[in-house]
């Protein structure tokens, strides 16, 4: 039996996968090597984007849905990381709210 390449339809959410674990891996060496910097928050939240970025085009289809679940999806997308950031330069303010 002769290995084969995977089936066409088969290599881009494998590279996907593999790309999502590479990003993965990437952001805990980061927050082992950068542990409170400044930029880490961003970097995360960079990496978060990426990744949803990826999970939506790869997993969810989302180039094949309907416009209006796309806008969504890239919403919420987009909303994560801004929160991250958020958090990252508003936290005690943000928890002061949060408080009862």
Known sequence: MTPTAPAPRLLAPTLAWLT?????FASLLLGRWLHGAPALPWLV???VWVKGWLICRCFLEAPL???FIR???AGF???V???LVLLALFGPEFARWATL
């Open 71 to 73: 806008r969504v999806l």
């Open 45 to 47: 939240a960079a990496i």
């Open 20 to 24: 999502l674990l590479a990003l993965t």
């Open 77 to 79: 997308v987009l909303a």
């Open 81 to 83: 990381p801004v929160a």
């Open 65 to 67: 849905a309907h416009p």
